[in-house]
């Protein structure tokens, strides 16, 4: 199984690569599109471990360095004021941000490990219709609280499984091809395929895990008003211990376009899971309609309302209300995202692999400019799960942050938050208050 870890992360890169014009590859030795950063980061916690009784404060130092390539076009507007809108995109390019840090714990209650946070984006794309395109995200770190990295996932949200009682070394790797190829104005094809990697340092309380995903899908308009979306998916899941599974997913939707501004759709979502002795085979059903619309250029938002049917074999159907609701508004000095969502999840590829569950959550994610240097944010989210084995938890979390940039090479940081998980079993309830220093240089 290593062995096609490894062969995931180099031939895919390079057939991308190779596949770009020389044309394009000449220009990424344009230097002026290279960011190189460095500075110091000092977190304070009252509760390293995120445990339950005997907490434990500590200071964590982290000295880090990175380097950012871009051909994203730059924004014309004054450090530290919020984008008012998306950069547009080139026909090809490369977005790449990566740090490298070195992590000391003040208190010695754990011992120093050099982690890594790295992103890619780059795609090309041939005669306006054939789009290539590779993604990867790496983490490497002992965080217990891993935030969310897919595509649409609330701002500020986390990954449910949560390593409380103590920090453990960890190392996820996410790696995205897709093409896709545009037969009209709407009208797509496309592939997607995703390889999600965890490895914990921690064989004995974690396991390791590996997703493998292939994704067909189509969009086909028939009109200006009218348009349909079909799309398959297909999981190999492997675990260490925990059952394998493959899975299938299927989903449909048809949207109604009354003018530019406002759509209406009804969407149908199934779910099926084979897993391997001892674990539970399982399907879902999940209808919904929606609406979505935009007040204003600057704010929009949706809701979609449904119902899910989860079906374990052999055991008790359960059933519940879904609900996928977001607002976000854009404006020269305030951004801001809230979202409401619930139904049903799966969580697995993480620390704990909880499996099928309930959940019903809030998040609230808003940045305003105070001043031409100076930003100020609120982040925060709470959320109810109920797991297939009796498990409840509420979590919660809430902070703010600011940011100061008296130099255009020169960043200042802050932040607080505190979190707090309630579980019916008591081992895995926490408490923690978090204040974060960082002094970012970039040239």
């Not at 211990?241 to 009804?266: E, N």
Request: charged share 25%; no cysteine.
């Amino acid at each position: 199984m290593k062995k096609n870890r490894i062969l995931n992360r180099i031939i895919f890169p390079l057939i991308f690569f190779f596949s770009i014009p020389l044309s394009a590859q000449a220009q990424l030795g344009d230097w002026s599109k290279f960011r190189f950063d460095f500075g110091v980061q000092e977190d304070y916690t009252d509760n390293v471990d995120l445990r339950a009784t005997n907490t434990r404060e500590d200071w964590i130092t982290k000295v880090f360095a990175g380097i950012g390539y871009s051909t994203l076009r730059p924004v014309d507007r004054t450090p530290g004021q919020l984008e008012l809108a998306p950069r547009e995109r080139d026909p090809w390019g490369i977005d790449l941000n990566y740090v490298a840090g070195y992590n000391y714990y003040a208190n010695k209650t754990y011992e120093e490990y050099w982690s890594h946070d790295g992103r890619l984006d780059t795609w090309y794309t041939f005669d306006r219709r054939l789009t290539l395109r590779l993604k990867d995200y790496l983490i490497n770190s002992t965080e217990q609280q891993e935030p969310q990295y897919a595509e649409g996932a609330p701002p500020g949200s986390y990954i449910p499984g949560t390593e409380a009682g103590k920090r453990v070394e960890y190392l996820r790797n996410v790696l995205e091809p897709s093409i896709e190829y545009r037969f009209g104005r709407e009208d797509l094809l496309s592939l997607y395929y995703r390889n999600n990697y965890y490895d914990s340092k921690d064989d004995v309380a974690y396991q390791d895990s590996q997703e493998n995903y292939l994704s067909p899908r189509i969009d086909y308009w028939f009109d200006v008003r009218n348009g349909i979306t079909f799309e398959y998916g297909y999981t190999d899941a492997k675990f260490d211990r925990s059952p394998d599974y493959k899975g299938h997913m299927g989903r449909g939707r048809y949207t109604y376009r009354f003018d530019s501004r406002t759509s209406a759709f009804a969407d149908y979502l199934y779910l099926y899971r084979d897993l391997e002795n001892p674990g539970t085979d399982y399907d879902v059903q999940n209808p919904s309609i929606g609406i979505a619309h935009a007040f204003t250029p600057a704010t929009s938002g949706d809701i979609q309302i449904g119902y899910f049917w989860y079906n374990p074999k052999g055991d008790e159907t359960q059933t519940g209300p879904s609900i996928n609701a977001n607002l976000n508004s854009r404006t020269q000095f305030t951004t801001y995202t809230l979202s409401l969502r619930g139904g049903f999840r799966e969580e697995y590829f993480s620390s704990t692999n909880l499996g099928p569950s309930k959940y019903y959550g809030g998040y609230l994610s808003a940045n305003h400019q105070l001043a031409q240097r100076f930003t100020i944010g609120a982040r925060g989210f709470v959320e109810n799960n109920k797991y297939t084995d009796e498990r409840k938890d509420w979590v919660w979390q809430a902070g703010a942050n600011a940011s100061y940039q008296p130099l255009r090479w020169l960043q200042i940081w802050f932040e607080y938050f505190y979190r707090e998980r309630d579980s019916n079993r008591d081992i895995e309830d926490y408490e923690e208050n978090r204040f974060i220093l960082r002094v970012n240089f970039t040239i």
